[in-house]
């Protein structure tokens, strides 16, 4: 029967305690959490808390987001790439010891990347080979630099190998591309947002103009069956969580944690639901 567990993203734009954000996830009805996967992060405790407090408040972690701030180097030799690709690997073998099964990863980062290098797939290479030790599937995400995506997928040969189809990025960033149609059998997550089909805003569902038929039709028609995450973010909060973007500027101007969780989930229930037009 067809009913994806209902999934967010740990961090939705309010800079509250990470057990905060989880209990009012867990509080508007969302069952998975989407955690940011990273040794040191704002906002975030050390990654054996994160667990644990996912768990404390009845949340499954499906998959989780690996660190990127330093992807770029992956691809350029010398000596920081080679530190930064040893602890993405600590990070993917450290998935497998907290029973993550799938870690969203970057190829890139920025929209004018280092071009494609040998030295840079051997070491994503590296991480795809750490993976398959630690029962830890890799989704790497569509980015502005869509291409990069698909040549490395066309290849890497592993069952451990597949693509994080993120619908917002496909909508303002290539949408001459249908990623979720284009690698249909080896979708592995999914990032669900909206925005204006010119920048990258994280709008919650039916909020911008994306064609939510259509990407419910392409995800349906595709090999995945795990959760539908949202990837959405409050714009412009302050330290205490209120709008400081103007109401021209924010569809979500005013609106607390809990009525943004509960209008974030009541997209999810109507995308879910079919209830799209």
Partial sequence: MFNPTPAIAGWFGYPLEL?????????????????????????????????EAAARHGLSVENAHLQFEKMNSIWLD?????????????????????????????????????????????RFMRLVETAEKAGVRLAFENLTYVNRLYEFIRRVDSHMV???????????????????????????????????????????????????????????????????????EHPMTDKFGKSIASREDDPYFGMGAEEYLARAFEAHRRLIDGKVK
């Fill in 78 to 122: 010398g000596i920081e790439g080679e530190s930064y690709s040893d602890e993405l690997a600590r990070l993917v073998a450290d998935a497998g010891v907290y029973s993550v099964p799938t870690l969203v990863i970057h190829l890139t980062r920025t929209s004018t990347p280092p071009p494609f290098t040998e030295v840079g797939f051997n």
């Fill in 19 to 51: 057990d905060d954000r989880l209990r009012l996830i867990r509080q508007a009805g969302f069952e998975s959490v989407l955690l940011w996967w990273a040794y040191e992060s704002a906002y975030e405790p050390p990654i054996p808390q994160k667990c």
């Fill in 162 to 232: 597949g693509v994080c189809f993120d619908s917002g990025h496909n909508h303002c960033r290539h949408p001459e591309r249908r990623v979720c149609r284009d690698f249909a059998d080896r979708i592995f997550a999914v990032h669900l947002h909206d925005n204006d089909g010119l920048n990258d805003k994280h709008w919650i569902p039916f909020d911008g103009n994306d064609d939510w038929d259509n990407i419910r039709s392409e995800i349906l028609a595709s090999s995945y069956t795990g959760a539908w995450s949202l990837e959405v």
